[in-house]
């Protein structure tokens, strides 16, 4: 059975990662969630990469952030970066599961990429 990872933020990221692009997945993290959330996801995903790619120079190191008006942003950069990366590699990952649904921010179907969503639309007709 694969490992469950317990966290709102990569549950989040993770469902909407390349659904949505990462500049607003970015927005909509870093506008949601509070400073220590968003570090200790970032601690998590660092300590997944940590197990499944051990060593490996091309996953970014994780940055200590000093407090300040762009922390969360920065620090959500970071967690799209992670996922850049890992997707890039094709690493699969762990399960991320949401305990409190009430703790997932919702968007706006503005924020999707519409241009993703109509290929993939068009790809499903062509399977029809």
Do not use: W
């Not at 990469?49 to 942003?73: E, T, W």
């Not at 599961?97 to 068009?122: H, Q």
């Amino acid at each position: 059975m694969a490992e469950v990872i317990c966290n709102e933020i990569l549950f989040f990221i993770h469902n909407n990662f390349g659904k949505i692009p990462a500049n607003n997945l970015v927005t909509v993290v870093s506008g949601f969630y509070e400073e220590s959330e968003i570090c200790r996801a970032k601690a998590a995903l660092h300590a997944v990469c940590d197990n499944l790619l051990p060593g490996d120079p091309d996953i970014p190191r994780p940055k200590m952030r000093c407090a300040g008006d762009s922390k969360r942003r920065l620090d959500a950069e970071d967690l799209t970066g992670l996922f850049t990366c890992l997707n890039a590699k094709k690493i699969e990952l762990p399960v991320f599961d949401a305990v409190k649904a009430s703790r997932l921010p919702s968007v706006k179907p503005a924020d999707a990429d519409v241009c993703s969503l109509a290929l993939c639309g068009r790809q499903l007709m062509c399977v029809l």
